[in-house]
């Protein structure tokens, strides 16, 4: 089993669509959490931090649940430009940094 | 602020023939991170160095090295490369501390022939 599981999609959705993606974690050791978003062939970038009583940012919200030890992503009004690969970064108190294989979202007219 | 910088941008080799990555960050991060990303994959760690002068391996370091040469600088070698190490290589730094995010340059883009 890996360290932090993502469902791979491909999630197709219309535009104003709502979306949720899940990103589950084996280790209970683990301090801090992190949603990327990797656009075709580029980089990596920091979308956001989850914070333990949850987070908002516009239209992503953001939410950890350690007892269940999962962390979640929820778009809202979703726009074309949110096509990408989403990945969930968990890191331990030993500072490792364990990243998920992504979730492929589509955003279509 | 130009961040994580990673040269060359793409590159293609012959098997065999050996070439150094360079990473450098203006960020005074203390980690720096070598990874590599095949098609339609996930990120796999190659090596990091947690500090100035330490380097460890990661999940995959097999046919590489890494040289931290300062704060900045972490440099991925591949002595002699194999046509399975075609891929995109990232490099990123991030501060001291369990709470801090990573930050990736652009990538390098390697074929090997």
């Known amino acids: 089993r890996k360290e932090v599981e993502q469902d791979p999609g491909p999630f197709n959705v219309p535009e104003g669509a709502t979306v949720a993606f899940n990103c589950t974690y084996s280790?209970?050791?683990?301090?801090?959490f992190f949603w990327y978003r990797q656009d075709c062939r580029k980089e990596p970038k920091l979308l956001m931090s989850v914070y333990s009583s949850g987070n908002e940012d516009g239209r992503f919200t953001a939410q950890l649940n350690r007892a269940s030890q999962y962390i979640s992503l929820l778009i809202r009004d979703s726009k074309l430009s949110d096509s990408a690969t989403y990945l969930c970064v968990v890191n331990t108190n030993a500072g490792k940094s364990t990243f998920g294989d992504g979730t492929t979202l589509t955003v279509k007219p | 602020n130009a961040g994580v910088t990673q040269t060359p941008k793409f590159q293609v080799l012959k098997t065999g023939q050996s070439m150094t990555l360079q990473c450098a960050q203006d960020m005074n991060h203390n980690s720096m991170y070598w990874y590599r990303q095949d098609p339609g994959m996930g990120l796999r760690l190659i090596y990091y160095?947690?500090?100035?002068?330490?380097?460890d391996k990661g999940e995959v370091p097999n046919g590489y090295n890494v040289s931290r040469l300062n704060k900045r600088e972490f440099s991925l070698r591949l002595e002699s490369a194999a046509p399975s190490q075609t891929s995109v290589y990232f490099c990123?730094?991030?501060?001291?501390?369990?709470?801090?995010?990573?930050?990736f340059g652009d990538g390098t883009r390697l074929s090997i022939l």
């Open positions: 990123a730094s991030s501060p001291e501390g369990t709470y801090q995010p990573q930050h």
């Open positions: 160095s947690a500090s100035e002068g330490t380097t």
């Open positions: 280790n209970s050791a683990s301090q801090s």
